[in-house]
């Protein structure tokens, strides 16, 4: 069973930058598809950014897009999410996850799914606090 777990949450001021750190079990990224998502109190845990190994391409929500940057290091298969110009609206649980289609949707070429049900692999989540 893969595992997954986050690090590197914590409180901040507005403007400033972080990095979250997501190490998984596997041995490598290859055939992922990996995704940070975040969960405010009383919200819906949302898609964050993403990322499909294979081709490196990335995906971002439109909050952060522009200021947040999903990356990996697939020798030590960890996942990471630099946020810079956090602002009080992005306060919530970070969590990183994952699913393994094998390179399918690279080879095929299909639009990635990034949708929260579709992703099996979770970590606990860490906690990121900005205050304003």
């Known amino acids: 069973q893969v595992q997954l777990v986050e690090s590197g949450g914590e409180l901040v001021q507005a403007g400033a930058s972080l990095r979250l750190s997501c190490t998984m079990s596997?041995?490598?990224?290859?055939?992922?598809?990996l995704a940070w998502f975040r969960q405010a109190p009383g919200k819906e845990r949302e898609f964050v950014a993403g990322?499909?190994?294979?081709?490196?391409?990335?995906s971002y929500a439109d909050s952060v897009k522009g200021r947040f940057i999903i990356s990996g290091d697939n020798e030590k298969t960890q996942l990471y999410l630099r946020m810079n110009n956090l602002q009080p609206e992005d306060t919530a649980v970070y969590y990183c996850?994952?699913?393994?289609?094998?390179?399918?949707?690279?080879?095929?070429?299909?639009?990635?799914?990034?949708?929260?049900?579709?992703?099996?692999?979770w970590g606990q989540g860490t906690q990121v606090t900005v205050s304003s």
């Open positions: 996850a994952a699913k393994y289609d094998g390179g399918i949707t690279y080879v095929t070429r299909r639009e990635i799914d990034y949708a929260r049900t579709t992703f099996p692999i």
């Open positions: 596997d041995r490598t990224f290859s055939g992922y598809i």
């Open positions: 990322i499909e190994w294979f081709s490196g391409a990335t």
